[in-house]
């Protein structure tokens, strides 16, 4: 059965990875942006809901956090409060995404910026590699499923996706995000095994389950990671198909006629001179040249 495969890409084991590069100190910026906990469980999984739901507000009480733990474990796909059921939010989203990429792309920017730790390397390998391990061995995505996880926001097929050695950070949790939110938001429960596998029980009663997969300690090939998003044209340019490349022409030269003098030829010309004496008057007066074969000859 698909919910007994094993890993599986959803809401909790993707939320689950983005918990293991959160923040620990509170800023000022994230407390203001998103809660007064700062950087909590709570306030990540409203970042994200509000990533296509612009409009969201966090209810009172205690039935985020309550809800916020089950969906983490896997446990629910949606609740009151979680709105990963709604269909018109989803509907809205994906076509954001597919129509105002960089839109949508600054706002995932401007979250993890504020909830993860993206300055330490370390951490952007072990989440970056986390995610690819996670939906390479996850069956239920086909070679053919697409994610838009490119800076310019074209798709790219699951397979291609796995073979790149650059990817923005940025980028490729926009795409996984939005893969869940599309095509996973009914099937968060279908992820308890894998989030099970990843955790060892606590010893004791109120300790925390201890976090031991080693799901993003590597990959079969190393992978160059940015965290910064490129102009819009810039980024299309990076991915040309490198067997048409754009070819810049040579700028065309065109060079000045030149008029040879007719041999044995007389022309009579006017001319106007001026001069200046040391009043600074400018004195002009005009006068007859004679050209004889390209030469002056004789001056009237």
């Not at 916020?68 to 954001?96: G, H, M, Q, R």
Request: charged fraction near 20%; aromatic fraction near 8%; include cysteine.
């Amino acid at each position: 059965m698909l919910e007994n495969r094993l890993p599986y890409l959803c809401g909790g084991t993707f939320f689950v990875l983005l918990l293991r590069s959160l923040r620990k100190v509170h800023s000022k910026i994230g407390i203001k942006l998103y809660s007064s906990e700062g950087y909590t469980q709570t306030s990540l999984i409203v970042a994200l809901i509000k990533l296509f739901d612009s409009n969201y507000r966090a209810p009172k009480g205690t039935s985020l956090s309550t809800n916020t733990s089950l969906y983490k474990n896997c446990s629910i796909s949606s609740a009151e409060c979680l709105p990963f059921d709604d269909v018109a939010l989803i509907n809205a989203f994906d076509t954001n995404v597919k129509t105002n990429y960089k839109i949508e792309l600054e706002q995932m920017q401007i979250l993890a910026e504020n909830f993860l730790t993206i300055e330490k390397a370390p951490k952007n390998t072990a989440l970056v590699y986390g995610l690819l391990n996670l939906i390479k061995e996850d069956e239920s995505i086909l070679p053919n499923d697409v994610f838009y996880a490119l800076p310019n926001g074209a798709p790219i097929t699951k397979s291609n996706l796995l073979a790149l050695y650059d990817i923005n950070l940025h980028c490729l949790l926009l795409g996984v995000w939005h893969y869940i939110v599309v095509h996973h938001h009914r099937k968060n429960e279908y992820g308890k095994l894998t989030i099970q596998s990843w955790h060892t029980p606590p010893s004791e009663k109120g300790d925390r389950h201890k976090f031991i997969s080693t799901i993003g300690d590597s990959y079969d090939h190393e992978i160059k990671i940015s965290t910064t998003c490129e102009r819009e044209d810039d980024a299309m340019n990076d991915y040309e198909d490198d067997n048409n490349p754009i070819t810049i022409p040579e700028p065309e030269v065109i060079e000045s006629e030149v008029i040879p003098p007719v041999t044995g030829s007389t022309t009579t010309q006017n001319i106007f001179n001026i001069s200046q004496n040391g009043n600074g008057i400018n004195i002009g007066y005009a006068e007859k040249i004679e050209i004889r074969d390209g030469k002056v000859v004789t001056l009237k």
